[in-house]
């Protein structure tokens, strides 16, 4: 297992189907540890910091890789838009983008495991999959804990559980997360009481990039908020029955749209279908929620259009990538006309 840089291509789980399609489009369980005997990385000096990222990618390339092709990326070796790309595609959060020295990244096949390294705690273990998929999403990122902490010493209380930078991940330290496409809830004005409900239920609603991001394209991360007192197996229950309520009150809101005068559903979707074929600039958040409002009308059978994962979509015409495309120095104006060019050819329109 070898260090390498730039930035590997976008993992096989972001334009995958999986249970749940199109309302959940992927769920990921994440996984917070911190290594006995160090302080946790916002306390951390250089030294320190330096230390613990050579301990756990020892710990990664003797425990988790063995013959698997396995990469690691060492943060301050890549460019910030290649950090960004790497944040479009959710294979970390904005927050390792910040401040990149002795952070690293390493990668399983496919993108969809990883282990952060050094971001708000020593060992970030992240699996993302398709669709509905939090039992086995979590087992394969207790598969890389327990295979690393043969190797090193989390920082474990016998009555708390993992200790954790941020209180809310203290206990199991297990975050799972489903990524929802809700545009009729959106529509019919409902999506206030389905936050409130789900905020009541104990859950984070957040944007297309997790914490401190905004809602785009009608996209929203739903995540558990409790670890401590929990079991893993409790969490993955509550995710799944929480899920699956949120995806049918997006199923009611759909049946509304229907049974509603139809002209008014089919003149929203053509409407944002005409933008995508005639604008010669896009905005980002403005392109995400006209492909929403497209997803929408090819589901609910208002248009005949080329199938689209809007989460593959959303990753190919997002800035960092466009950028990439362009040449690191391109200009917003330049990204904005690529935009519009882009998201045509992924539409074949």
């Known amino acids: 297992m070898a260090a390498r840089s730039p930035v590997p291509t976008?993992?096989?789980?972001?334009?995958?189907?999986?249970?749940?399609?199109?309302?959940?489009?992927?769920?990921?369980?994440?996984?917070?540890?911190?290594?006995?005997?160090?302080?946790?990385?916002?306390?951390?000096?250089?030294?320190e910091l330096e230390r613990a990222r050579g301990m756990v990618l020892e710990s990664v390339s003797r425990g988790v890789a063995e013959e698997r092709d396995w990469e690691i990326l060492f943060a301050e070796e890549l460019r910030r838009d290649e950090l960004?790309?790497?944040?479009?595609?959710?294979?970390?959060?904005?927050?390792?983008?910040?401040?990149?020295?002795?952070?690293?990244?390493?990668?399983?096949?496919?993108k969809a495991a990883g282990v952060l390294v050094n971001d708000e705690d020593h060992v970030r273990i992240r699996v993302m999959m398709p669709g509905a998929q939090f039992m086995k999403a979590?087992?394969?990122?207790?598969?890389?804990?327990?295979?690393?902490?043969?190797e090193v010493r989390y920082s474990f209380d016998h009555q708390l559980g993992y200790l954790t930078a941020c209180p809310s991940n203290v206990g199991t330290g297990l975050r799972l997360s489903a990524m929802m496409h809700l545009p009729a809830l959106v529509v019919t004005g409902d999506i206030g009481k389905t936050i409130a409900a789900l905020g009541q239920a104990g859950m984070y609603v957040r944007g297309l990039y997790g914490e401190g991001s905004g809602v785009a394209g009608n996209l929203f991360q739903v995540s558990n908020r409790r670890t401590?007192?929990?079991?893993?197996?409790?969490?993955?229950?509550?995710?799944?029955?929480?899920?699956?309520?949120?995806?049918?009150?997006e199923k009611t809101a759909r049946k509304v749209l229907t049974r509603g005068p139809g002209l008014d559903l089919a003149d929203r979707v053509y409407r944002a279908l005409g933008i995508l074929e005639r604008a010669r600039k896009l905005g980002f958040n403005e392109c995400l929620e006209l492909l929403s409002m497209v997803r929408l009308g090819v589901e609910l059978e208002v248009l005949t259009l080329r199938d689209f994962n809007l989460l593959e979509v959303g990753a190919a015409v997002a800035p960092y990538h466009l950028g990439e495309a362009l040449g690191v120095e391109a200009a917003g104006e330049d990204v904005d006309r690529e935009r519009a060019v882009e998201v045509r050819r992924w539409l074949d329109l």
């Open 228 to 249: 401590l007192g929990r079991s893993e197996e409790e969490i993955v229950t509550e995710m799944d029955t929480v899920v699956a309520q949120v995806a049918g009150n």
């Open 10 to 47: 976008a993992g096989d789980w972001l334009g995958s189907k999986g249970p749940g399609y199109p309302l959940v489009l992927s769920s990921r369980a994440r996984l917070a540890r911190n290594l006995e005997g160090l302080p946790f990385p916002g306390a951390s000096d250089e030294e």
């Open 138 to 150: 979590w087992s394969e990122a207790d598969t890389i804990d327990n295979r690393l902490e043969r």
């Open 84 to 110: 960004g790309i790497m944040a479009e595609e959710h294979l970390t959060g904005p927050s390792f983008c910040e401040e990149p020295a002795a952070k690293a990244m390493a990668l399983g096949p496919g």
